[in-house]
């Protein structure tokens, strides 16, 4: 097949909307495959890889965001009963988090002020703007949380976006290292932790941890996601007023 018949056959498929989904399962299988190779290495993150690999060839195809949307939106899709999947795992670990319910209450009450508040602090410490700041206070949310309450507040919803993933990311590959460092061992204050400070992606990294991890990490992200929604839009006033920006 020679360069020219290439190029047509990548105009015909750029126009299909299965294009976008087909892309994503093959980057995504690509970056799981290494990932495995290495042995579940936390540094070679496949959600890192595919996104990589991902806007590598969008890049070079020059292939806009909205035309791959037209496919990838299946797997947007798919989130909601994923999401709803999650039940069954924190029905299994039910008795337990009861039984945990105050000392669970007081770790997501404190680390979703630490998450706001320092996240704050160093983006003021930075030289942020008001406007990136606001965007940056809700990032440890799932990411349609914190788009909602960054442009409530009067932050950029799509900064907000990238922040979000970003912080999941990272969370997902520091996780295990800081949980070393410290010496944490019990899985489900593991669980809990990476579900408050890394939302979705962090959640799903506490599943390859253990199903417990992934149980509380799930609780945590989704009590996160609700506790910011009400607590952001009383505590960024205070940060403005007491840190400014």
Known sequence: MNEQSITGLWVYLSTRPL?????????YGIAWRIHQRLRGHPLANPVLMAVALLVLVLTLTDTPYPRYFDGAQFVHFLLGPATVALA????????????????????????????ITSAWIVGAWLGADERTLISLAPKSVTTPIAM????????????????????????????????????????????FAIGIAAHGIGTARAFQLSP??????????AANGLLT????????????HWIGH
């Open 88 to 115: 069954i795992p924190l029905y299994r670990q039910f008795k337990r988090m009861r039984a945990m319910a105050l000392p669970l209450g007081v770790t997501l009450l404190l680390g979703c002020t630490v998450a």
């Open 212 to 221: 417990e991890a992934g149980a509380f990490a799930a609780l945590a992200m």
């Open 229 to 240: 929604a009400v607590l952001a839009p009383w505590l960024v006033p205070m940060l403005k």
């Open 19 to 27: 294009l976008g989904l087909t892309m994503t399962l093959v980057a």
């Open 148 to 191: 909602a309450v960054a442009e409530a507040l009067g932050g950029l919803p799509s900064l907000t976006a990238a922040l979000v993933i970003a912080t999941g990311i990272l969370g997902a590959m520091t996780a295990q290292g800081l949980f070393r460092l410290m010496r944490i061992q019990d899985r489900s204050a593991q669980g």
